[in-house]
């Protein structure tokens, strides 16, 4: 089992950037494939970036690419997300999420595909 606390959260201008981070408990980090994940008020929460045990393949969902990078640091026990060209449609609470990966370059976009998750940071990003 994991454990996952998520900060790095707080309120931005349009434009600015943020770093995510989220640190995992436990000794075998490495054999998780790691998400980020947001949900919005009153919306489902949806996938945002994804990133393999060693964090040689990632994914990103089209909304972000180009201004997300996902990545981690499996020394720290820590899967980062930062956020650049921030826009109000980015603003959300923002969750960490882990699952058992058996093949190293697998990645897992769906919520239902994770089982830890962190409590989440909120992301508000003004216009």
């Known amino acids: 089992q994991v454990q996952l606390v998520e900060s790095g959260g707080r309120l931005v201008q349009a434009g600015g950037s943020l770093r995510l981070s989220c640190a995992a408990s436990?000794?075998?980090?490495?054999?998780?494939?790691m998400g980020w994940f947001r949900q919005a008020p009153g919306k489902e929460r949806e996938f945002v970036a994804v990133?393999?045990?060693?964090?040689?393949?990632?994914y990103y969902a089209d909304s972000v690419k180009g201004r997300f990078t996902i990545s981690r640091d499996n020394a720290k026990n820590t899967v980062f997300l930062q956020m650049n060209s921030l826009k109000p449609e980015d603003t959300a609470v923002y969750y960490c999420?882990?699952?058992?990966?058996?093949?190293?370059?697998?990645?897992?976009?769906?919520?239902?595909?994770?089982?830890?998750w962190g409590q989440g940071t909120q992301v508000t990003v003004s216009s």
């Open positions: 999420a882990a699952r058992y990966s058996a093949h190293v370059g697998s990645v897992y976009y769906s919520t239902t595909e994770y089982p830890y």
């Open positions: 990133i393999s045990r060693h964090g040689d393949n990632t």
């Open positions: 436990g000794r075998t980090f490495s054999i998780y494939g």
